[in-house]
């Protein structure tokens, strides 16, 4: 019961961290609004499963190279907004007759695992799992593995929610031309969400 009530934080922590809007969520809620909860559950699954291993990987050690090194940083800060910005243009720019064409794939799980691995807030989150929840028993990486098995479950949850959320939109906009215009502004809160990370 003492190792329960100790991750009650980090419960919390990764419930915020998962939940408040990013580049992964808003990708999440524009693909399911497009294509539906089934089709973008693929990418919630590997957005989800590629947040846990960071957190892993972080938490076993690999975390230290990333504070140590700020030209990795950097380049990764870079490789994430520009990705992003390219995928906010594209969703910027589909015309209203191609959003159920299928020439216009979903948010794919190889897409949101790729950008978990070079966005930024995603590593400095897993940063301050290892440095706000570090393990103190004798079984570290056991514990890390607890912690990344506990973030993994809460993600699914957040995510999730985020999906079914973007489905509920095609109830409330029903006119093509509405839905349009509203993925026109999730494809601006996705390069802000971008550009906020690399001016922030």
């Not at 419930?15 to 809007?21: D, E, G, K, R």
């Not at 990705?83 to 209203?96: E, V």
Request: hydrophobic share 60%.
């Amino acid at each position: 019961m003492s190792q329960l009530y100790a991750s009650a934080p980090f419960l919390l922590f990764a419930f915020v961290a998962s939940i408040t809007p990013g580049p992964t969520n808003i990708l999440i809620f524009s693909s399911s609004q497009r294509f539906g909860v089934k089709a973008t559950f693929p990418a919630v699954v590997g957005g989800c499963f590629a947040a846990s291993l960071i957190v892993f990987v972080s938490g076993a050690g690999a975390g230290e190279i990333l504070r140590q090194h700020a030209l990795i940083r950097e380049a990764m800060s870079w490789a994430g907004a520009l990705w992003l910005s390219w995928l906010s243009w594209q969703l910027f720019t589909a015309p209203a007759a191609n959003l159920t064409n299928e020439a216009r794939q979903p948010f794919s799980c190889r897409s949101a695992a790729l950008l978990q691995f070079i966005n930024p807030k995603t590593w400095m989150m897993a940063l301050a799992v290892g440095s706000l929840f570090a393990p103190q028993s004798a079984h570290p990486l056991w514990d890390v593995l607890l912690l990344a098995t506990w973030f993994l479950l809460i993600s699914l949850l957040c995510l999730s929610a985020w999906a079914l959320l973007g489905k509920a939109v095609t109830r409330l906009f029903r006119t093509t031309t509405s839905l349009v215009w509203f993925q026109r502004v999730m494809a601006l809160c996705l390069l802000a969400s971008a550009w906020a990370g690399m001016l922030g």
